[in-house]
Nanobody, 118 residues
Framework: QVHLVESGGGWVQPGGSLRLSCEAS????????MGWYRQAPGKQRELVSI???????SYADSVKGRFTISRDHAKNTVYLQMNNVKPEDTAVYYC????????????WGQGTQVTVST
């Protein structure tokens, strides 16, 4: 059983920064691709960023140059550093894990709310 727990969400002003964390348990963390998704009110869930088990990273165009994904294998934790945030970054952010043999992200955290406003 894979268990993902996000933390670090909250309210931040436009232009500010926030760091989300996701701690994984119940799995070999280093073998999983890990990702961050988000879902804004009335919109579909969208992919924000992925860190693959071999170390490569990818980002949605909307966050490139502002967000950075990283992982700490010793802590079984993946992070999303959010800089220069914008009101359109407001959403519930979800951590997700993809097993080595899987084609989709099958493990999800409960989500953490990020609100960007003045």
């Amino acid at each position: 059983q894979v268990h993902l727990v996000e933390s670090g969400g909250g309210w931040v002003q436009p232009g500010g920064s926030l760091r989300l964390s996701c701690e994984a348990s119940g799995t070999i963390f280093s073998a999983y691709d890990m990702g961050w998704y988000r879902q804004a009110p009335g919109k579909q869930r969208e992919l924000v960023s992925i860190t693959a088990r071999r170390g490569s990273t990818s980002y949605a165009d909307s966050v490139k140059g502002r967000f950075t994904i990283s992982r700490d294998h010793a802590k079984n934790t993946v992070y999303l550093q959010m800089n220069n945030v914008k009101p359109e970054d407001t959403a519930v952010y979800y951590c997700a894990g993809r097993a080595p043999t899987a084609s989709v992200f099958g493990f999800w955290g409960q989500g953490t709310q990020v609100t960007v406003s003045t």
